[in-house]
């Protein structure tokens, strides 16, 4: 069975700075989607960025970007200019066909 | 926006009893999934369904059934719950294609004693 791995159970980063959040997968697999999902305290979990493996351009939305090393099978996320609103529950995902992976998250502090 | 609801934020049960979660999309998903978080553990993967009255087991059903009877509707049913059943539960909805976003409802805190 696929396997994800986000090794920091917590992070934490000064506002304004840049922070990564790692995650590293375990797939036989070359077609896949890998995900980050946000979950702000006692709020529902959204969609930071996808990333599809056929791709080998980084997906980037605005302040979030993500590292994505296939062979080495690495999927980190880059917040950069991190806000107080950026503290959260984030989680890597792994999807193929209706088999979706979570790691067990990274919760991140924002230090004003 | 896409909204996903949940019948409850909170429950509290006791061991034995049977117990039902709703979920609720208005997005007209293909797919719904439910999942159990807990701390260091992640999103675990209990059952999803991809069409009307078709289900599939996912990772940890032991213990929970579902059904599927309207396209918006999935529950998610404890048949006897458990002390070891207490846990966070998501609902997800998605549309068909692959690789698509999943869209959370806010969760239902179950407590069992």
């Known amino acids: 069975a696929q396997t994800v791995t986000q090794s920091q159970p917590e992070m934490s980063v000064q506002e304004a700075e840049t922070v990564t959040l790692s995650c590293t997968y375990d797939?036989?697999?070359?077609?896949?989607?890998l995900f980050w999902y946000k979950q702000p305290p006692s709020r529902q979990m959204i969609l930071v960025i996808r990333q599809e493996a056929y791709k080998q351009q980084n997906a980037t939305e605005n302040r979030f970007s993500v590292n994505f090393q296939k062979a080495a099978k690495s999927f980190s996320l880059k917040i950069s200019d991190s806000q107080l609103g950026d503290a959260a529950m984030y989680f890597c995902?792994?999807?193929?066909?209706?088999?979706?992976?979570f790691g067990a998250g990274t919760r991140l502090t924002v230090k004003p | 926006d896409v909204k996903v609801t949940q019948s409850s934020r909170y429950l509290v049960k006791r061991t034995g009893e049977k117990v039902f979660l709703e979920c609720v999309q208005d997005m007209d998903h293909e797919n719904m999934f439910w999942y159990r978080q807990d701390p260091g553990l992640g999103l675990r993967l209990i059952y999803f369904?991809?069409?009307?009255?078709?289900?599939e087991k996912g990772d940890i059903p032991e213990g929970y059934s579902v059904s599927r009877e309207k396209k918006e509707r999935f529950s998610l049913i404890l048949e006897s719950a458990s002390t070891n059943q207490t846990s966070m539960y998501l609902c997800a909805s998605s549309p068909q294609g692959q690789g698509d976003e999943q869209y959370f409802g806010p969760g239902t805190r179950l407590t069992v004693t």
């Open positions: 995902a792994y999807m193929r066909g209706n088999d979706m992976r």
């Open positions: 797939t036989s697999e070359s077609d896949y989607y």
């Open positions: 369904s991809y069409d009307v009255k078709m289900k």
